[in-house]
């Protein structure tokens, strides 16, 4: 629990997705890591936001959720 604390005040280490740049490629990502490709590689930045941000998050868990359950 102190890790995910620190990691978010002292904010990610590579590159970084802003919120608006995170829910406009985020189905994108979703889908990418559902078909097994690098989301990673091709959306860099995504994770780390991810990680650091509850809101988007939310979003992300609620997006990949809905998509795992239609497959």
């Excluded at 990610?12 to 406009?24: K, R, V, W």
């Excluded at 979703?30 to 590689?41: I, K, R």
């Excluded at 991810?50 to 795992?68: I, N, T, V």
Aim: glycine share 8%; charged share 35%; hydrophobic share 30%.
């Amino acid at each position: 629990m102190n890790d995910v604390i620190l990691r978010r005040l002292l904010g990610p280490s590579g590159p970084e997705l802003l919120c608006d740049e995170c829910f406009a490629t985020l189905d994108e990502y979703v889908e990418l890591e559902l078909g097994g490709e690098p989301a990673d590689e091709r959306i860099p930045g995504m994770r780390s936001h991810l990680e650091g941000c509850p809101a988007c998050r939310e979003e992300y868990d609620s997006l990949r959720a809905l998509l795992e359950r239609d497959q």
